[in-house]
């Protein structure tokens, strides 16, 4: 598996919770990471993203001021802390990398290389 999720759980709404991503088998240092999520019945859509050396980001309109995407590339591994959670949140949390050393990152999932299997956050009233 080229990522790897963990993190996920059940949280109360207004919680928070912060997800992880490594590569078991590949640096990710030079990758554009970013964080998508799939709800049942819906479309996979964009959460957030940041560049190679974490000097960018970008995020979702519904998760700004609540989320945040950061990376230690020493560590190999990529974060997503999320605060403030609202049920709407509830969804599979998937991580992906592209091989781009690009300045500024991108929302399409398509143009992502590698995936994770995904970690499930599920926020309860």
């Known amino acids: 598996v080229p990522l790897v999720e963990s993190g996920g759980g059940l949280v109360q709404a207004g919680g928070s919770l912060t997800l992880s991503c490594t590569a078991p088998?590949?640096?990710?240092?030079?990758?554009?990471m970013a964080w998508f999520r799939q709800a049942p019945g819906k479309e996979r859509e964009f959460v957030g993203a940041?560049?190679?050396?974490?000097?960018?980001?970008i995020y979702a309109d519904f998760v700004k001021g609540r989320f945040t995407v950061s990376r230690d590339n020493a560590k190999n591994t990529v974060y997503l802390q999320m605060n403030s959670l609202k049920l709407d949140d509830t969804a599979e949390y998937y991580c992906?990398?592209?091989?781009?050393?690009?300045?500024?990152?991108?929302?399409?999932?398509?143009?992502?290389?590698?995936w994770g299997q995904g970690t499930q956050v599920t926020v309860s009233s």
């Open positions: 992906a990398a592209e091989r781009s050393m690009r300045t500024i990152p991108r929302q399409s999932w398509s143009i992502y290389d590698y």
């Open positions: 088998a590949r640096a990710i240092s030079n990758d554009t």
């Open positions: 940041i560049t190679w050396n974490g000097r960018n980001t």
